[in-house]
């Protein structure tokens, strides 16, 4: 009964959810099983960019969350992504121990290069896999929910909640590049050697967070899709299209507002910490504004207010742009931009609502 409501009236959700079943286990299959030379055969490097892709995809829906449904176009969703990568980063760092450049047990070599005497209190813990995950998905959650709570309870919105969500992205990347900061200052957190006990250099363990990614950006589509499907969605739509008539309804929007921005933040932070270990690094680049704004063309290329199209924008334009900066490095931006132009005027609907559109037209030639 819940799937049937999840998935009725949603074609393409079917179809990503599918998508990703068969991901999770064929490029796995493809990396470990195929010998290398095959025609079937997927490096460990393009498993690391698939999983990748599926990290961003994951981000995209939960901008979508809150931009497609609630209407709050964050720009600063790119700090809860690089907050969640940050809190993953530290339990690597905590796990490397002696095996570091200066054999230090405890302190990561950043803190013993700049003569740290002892580990920061906020580090400890971290050395725990379950501490870690709680604060993966706590810390972004409660920075997103006491800026929230004080933005909607004071009616921001528009263009004015757009600009502060970037002013806060920004603040964070100035105080993530300072040495004193205790996080790795410019060259952030590196150097991994394991996580769990496997290391992030076999192929197994690459393989493993691919499907751990596939299974997270599938868990997340559905969470968000059962939300918007709910009561609680319907209200969300229904600040979205007419803030002011849902609260004298005697709604209270801005709680609905500071909730859904709250989740939306936490599977961000999640898909911070399924990227790091996939990459191998986090630094203060992650929260440059840029990003974050990058990442609202993904949303609108695939399709706002569709949850598994924002999920293709974000591999489509991250495809593009790992094959733009591999052969012309210094077109991608131009190429951005052109992209956000020719969406904004040519595609408000994005991919997915060109798509419907050509099969409506199709259903209609056909009918006729």
Excluded at 184 to 195: C, H, M, P, V
Excluded at 206 to 214: D, G, K
Excluded at 331 to 338: I, N, S
Aim: aromatic residues 14%; hydrophobic residues 55%; charged residues 10%.
């Amino acid at each position: 009964m819940l799937t049937r409501r999840l998935l009725d009236h949603e074609r393409g959700g079917r179809i990503l959810l599918g998508v990703l079943a068969l991901a999770a286990v064929l490029v796995p299959a493809a990396n470990l099983l195929a010998p290398e030379g095959s025609f079937f055969h997927l490096s460990s490097y393009t498993v690391a960019l698939l999983g990748k892709y599926l990290c961003f995809a994951l981000l995209a829906v939960a901008l979508d969350l809150v931009w497609g449904y609630c209407g709050i176009l964050s720009l600063g969703h790119g700090a809860f992504f690089a907050l969640g990568g940050y809190a993953m980063g530290m339990h690597l760092m905590r796990q490397i121990g002696p095996r570091g450049v200066y054999g230090d047990p405890v302190l990561p070599d950043f803190m013993v290069f700049l003569n740290w005497d002892a580990l920061p209190w906020y580090w400890n813990g971290f050395d725990q896999f379950w501490f870690a995950m709680i604060m993966v998905m706590l810390v972004p959650g409660l920075l997103a929910f006491v800026f929230g709570w004080l933005a909607f309870r004071s009616r921001v919105s528009g263009v004015y909640l757009s600009i502060m969500t970037q002013a806060l992205t920004y603040a964070l990347m100035l105080a993530f590049f300072r040495n004193e900061f205790g996080f790795g200052g410019n060259n952030g957190l590196t150097d991994f050697k394991d996580i769990l006990g496997a290391s992030l250099q076999s192929d197994t363990t690459r393989s493993v967070l691919f499907a751990c990614s596939a299974a997270a950006l599938a868990l997340g589509y559905l969470v968000c899709r059962y939300i918007v499907t709910s009561k609680l969605g319907r209200v969300v739509m229904a600040v979205r299209d007419a803030a002011d008539r849902t609260r004298f309804l005697g709604y209270r929007v801005d709680r609905y507002q500071v909730w859904i921005f709250t989740l939306s933040a936490v599977l961000a932070g999640i898909a911070g910490a399924l990227y790091v270990p996939q990459v191998g690094i986090i630094n203060p680049s992650e929260f440059q504004p840029l990003n974050s704004i990058e990442l609202v063309v993904w949303v609108a290329l695939g399709g706002r207010g569709t949850l598994y199209g924002a999920a293709v924008g974000a591999v489509i334009v991250n495809y593009a742009k790992t094959v733009l900066t591999g052969a012309l490095p210094e077109v991608w931006l131009f190429a951005l931009g052109a992209l956000f132009v020719v969406v904004t005027v040519a595609l408000p609907k994005g991919v997915v609502g060109l798509w419907n559109q050509v099969r409506a037209r199709r259903m209609e030639v056909a009918g006729g």
